[in-house]
């Protein structure tokens, strides 16, 4: 599966309002860290972010803060 990296500052903002900001695990995300320590060809870099069938940008670790 193709990690996705945002492109810029402005795409990973709206990328972390739709996702991370929403998720349960925000405060403590390891995910999210690791997305600014390596780069996207790392083995490293979380596979949780990745994309939809459709070709949207997701975390497939997300869990919905209001679910909880």
């Known amino acids: ?3 996705y990296r ?3 500052g402005w795409e990973g903002m709206d990328f ?3 996702w991370c900001c929403r998720c349960i695990k925000y405060d403590d995300c390891q ?3 690791d997305t600014f320590v390596y780069d996207v060809k790392d083995e490293k870099y979380p596979k ?3 994309f939809s ?4 940008p997701i975390c497939t670790a997300f869990e919905c803060e209001s679910e909880s």
């Open 1 to 3: 599966m193709k990690k």
């Open 6 to 8: 945002p492109a810029n």
């Open 16 to 18: 972390m309002e739709v």
């Open 31 to 33: 995910i999210l860290t």
């Open 48 to 50: 949780e972010w990745t």
């Open 53 to 56: 069938d459709r070709g949207k």
